[in-house]
């Protein structure tokens, strides 16, 4: 890309137009393949590096006791146009996360090195990841080996269903470990027999529709209503019935549906889309 240059104390690198031309030359030999490999191995400790960095900023300058930025903070983030880096603030703080899930398993873990290749590269998955590490670090452990599913939110640990393949894996996307997570903390109930009788309809909750509106130009969540609030409320219903009334009520819900609508709608408002697919930037026309 060209030598690098210091100007105003800021590395400037030459744009050097011949780094983007395709190669004449290419042979499928072992030496293709270490290249190949030595440019994976650097994007992955890259993009490592930058949510570590991200997470140690976020130690020093975020209020623990209102869980907010310090005004410092907030003006530097702007004055230095990091949205141009991170998007908006909130996303900053995703990559946060992600930092908070490296950290663990690079520093926390009996086998750093095997355990950081298991890790998912995508901000969204190490996000929803990191979600789970702060609540339940024993199970964040757990699913390093398995993808357990239980019956009931008391169910003890040695009942738990597992599968040999680890939830925590580099194919892990957000909306998988969303939706495992969501089946997880409000296990479905037991299959309906056909001599179940609870099947006269009794109520009927709704959730507004906002819950999939995004920012089209930013792709941030905007609306009344976020899929945490969806789910936050679920708990509460299910937490309704219990032993002394199961056989006369039953909840069953539409998450999946509504998770499902909630990531196609986030993805179709997703800034680096167009980008992607090389299609037309029509974002000015909700400006």
């Known amino acids: 890309m060209g030598q690098p240059q210091l100007k105003d104390n800021l590395i400037e690198v030459n744009f050097k137009k011949s780094q983007y031309n395709f190669r004449t030359k290419v042979e499928l030999n072992k030496e293709l393949v270490n ?149 997880f903390d409000n296990p479905p109930p037991p299959k309906l027999k056909r001599t179940d009788k609870r099947t006269l309809k009794f109520i009927t909750i709704t959730v507004n529709g906002e819950l999939w509106d995004f920012d089209k130009k930013t792709g941030d969540k905007k609306g009344c209503v976020d899929l945490i609030d969806v789910e936050e409320f679920l708990k509460k219903v299910n937490g309704l019935i219990n032993e002394t009334n199961s056989i006369q009520f039953k909840v069953t819900d539409e998450m999946e549906y509504l998770t499902n609508g909630y990531y196609r709608d986030k993805n179709r408002c997703d800034p680096t889309r167009n980008i992607k697919k090389g299609k037309k930037d029509t974002t000015k026309k909700y400006k």
Not at 76 to 100: R, V
Not at 165 to 177: A, K, R
Request: proline share 5%; with cysteine; hydrophobic share 30%.
């Open 35 to 183: 290249e190949l490999r030595d440019k994976f191995d650097k994007d992955r400790q890259n993009r490592f590096d930058i949510f570590i960095l991200s997470s140690s900023i976020r130690n020093k300058f975020l209020d623990k006791k209102t869980n907010t930025y310090s005004k410092e903070f907030e003006d530097w983030f702007k004055k230095i146009k990091l949205n141009e880096l991170f998007g908006s603030l909130p996303n900053f703080t995703k990559y946060c996360g992600c930092g908070d899930v490296v950290n663990y398993v690079g520093t926390k873990t009996d086998d750093p090195e095997k355990y950081l290749k298991q890790l998912p590269l995508s901000i969204g998955s190490l996000y929803e990841l990191s979600m789970i590490l702060k609540k339940d670090k024993d199970l964040f452990d757990v699913l390093l080996h398995f993808t357990p599913s239980r019956k009931s939110v008391d169910e003890p640990k040695v009942q738990w269903t597992t599968t040999r393949t680890p939830l925590i894996n580099p194919n892990t996307t957000e909306q998988g470990v969303r939706l495992w997570k969501q089946k």
